[in-house]
């Protein structure tokens, strides 16, 4: 509230208002009953239509002079808001062209809508993986810069996709994240549960998929939700490597495990249109953030209807505006 001094005068105001009127109704009793007519007599209808008008024009002025006041609520305001790192798999077999140009160029493009529709309550990060796990963006909400770090990528190497997770739960927490010995205990990261991780890959990991699980699982204990978007077809295609033809395929099975272990959601297309509509359905965290919300107009509202009612029984009963 603005001007609380405001309500105060409402208050007098409408305490003087209400005296001013019941001393009037007193006198014009009296003035009646002099001359024989009125009293205590009289029916209930006529004491409605009588009172009712100047009621509803009393209970519309402290109204209207406490929206002078500024009065505000604060509520809650859903928002998509909080970190999203895309990790992209730059392994050789995302240069297979099952999925034209070929997948690391589709999925550059598809993560490029997704970086554009979003809100600047969005941080977002980007982290590339091979045989290792790279932050080439830190999360942040200048969306520029995260087109940039994902324009620059080109495909090379092996793949680890728990290097890739690992990578990300670092860019989340800001302290270097790594599995457990076996045996020892997983590390506390904290609870991040406005985070979330969206991957980028056709699931081919060179790296072990018991490593992959384990890091998810890590992912899961801090609330981080891990969202897989399959790249490619799992009809597959070649590619060469060093003068070499290897066969790849997308592996839908490991993409989905990562996301079911997080409570996320694995997305496929088989086309760069469908992939690049597929991203508009990730799922993001909705939070909420308190905001002060003013409520001068509903009161004001509230306040003219009341004068309207009252002013409209004036003249229907009354024949006037008194």
């Known amino acids: 509230m603005r001007y609380p001094i405001m309500l105060v005068v409402a208050v007098v105001v409408t305490v003087a208002a209400v005296w001013a009127y019941l001393r009037l109704q007193r006198r014009r009793t009296q003035a009646l009953a002099a001359f024989g007519v009125g009293g205590p007599g009289g029916s209930r209808r006529a004491a409605v239509r009588r009172h009712l008008p100047y009621?509803?024009?009393?209970?519309?002025?402290?109204?209207?002079?406490?929206?002078?006041a500024r009065p505000q609520?604060?509520?809650?305001?859903p928002r998509v808001s909080g970190t999203v790192v895309l990790v992209f798999d730059v392994?050789?077999?995302?240069?297979?062209?099952?999925?034209?140009?070929?997948?690391l160029a589709?999925?550059?493009?598809?993560?490029?809508?997704?970086?554009?529709?979003?809100?600047?309550?969005?941080?977002?990060?980007?982290?590339?993986?091979?045989?290792?796990?790279?932050?080439?963006?830190?999360?942040?909400?200048?969306?520029?810069?995260?087109?940039a770090a994902i324009n620059r990528l080109?495909?090379?190497?092996?793949?680890?996709?728990?290097?890739?997770?690992?990578?990300?739960?670092?860019t989340i927490t800001g302290k270097p994240v790594a599995l457990p010995e076996s045996g020892s205990a997983p590390p506390d990261l904290g609870y991040w549960g406005s985070a979330s991780i969206v991957v980028f890959s056709d699931g081919e990991d060179t790296g072990g998929p018991e490593q992959a699980e384990a890091a998810a699982d890590l992912a899961a204990a801090a609330g981080v939700r891990i969202q897989t978007v399959g790249v490619g077809t799992t009809a597959g295609a070649t590619v060469e490597v060093e003068g070499y033809q290897l066969a790849t395929a997308l592996n839908e099975q490991v993409l989905?495990?990562?996301?079911?272990?997080?409570?996320?959601?694995?997305?496929?297309?088989?086309?760069?249109?469908?992939?690049?509509?597929?991203?508009?359905?990730?799922?993001?965290?909705?939070?909420s953030k308190k905001e002060p919300v003013e409520l001068t107009g509903p009161v004001a509202g509230?306040?003219?209807?009341?004068?309207?009612?009252?002013?409209?029984?004036?003249?229907?009963?009354h024949g006037r505006i008194v």
């Open 73 to 77: 609520a604060t509520i809650d305001v």
């Open 91 to 103: 392994s050789n077999s995302m240069a297979a062209k099952d999925v034209a140009p070929n997948r």
């Open 256 to 287: 989905r495990g990562l996301a079911d272990a997080t409570g996320g959601s694995y997305l496929t297309a088989g086309d760069p249109e469908a992939l690049a509509e597929s991203t508009r359905s990730i799922d993001l965290r909705l939070t």
């Open 154 to 170: 080109t495909a090379t190497g092996g793949t680890s996709l728990a290097q890739a997770i690992l990578a990300s739960l670092t």
């Open 302 to 317: 509230l306040a003219l209807l009341l004068l309207a009612a009252g002013a409209l029984l004036m003249i229907r009963w």
């Open 55 to 68: 009621v509803l024009l009393l209970a519309a002025l402290p109204l209207l002079l406490g929206g002078l």
């Open 106 to 147: 589709a999925a550059q493009a598809a993560a490029t809508g997704f970086v554009s529709e979003q809100p600047d309550t969005v941080d977002i990060g980007v982290v590339v993986f091979g045989d290792q796990a790279l932050t080439t963006q830190a999360p942040t909400d200048d969306h520029a810069a995260a087109l």
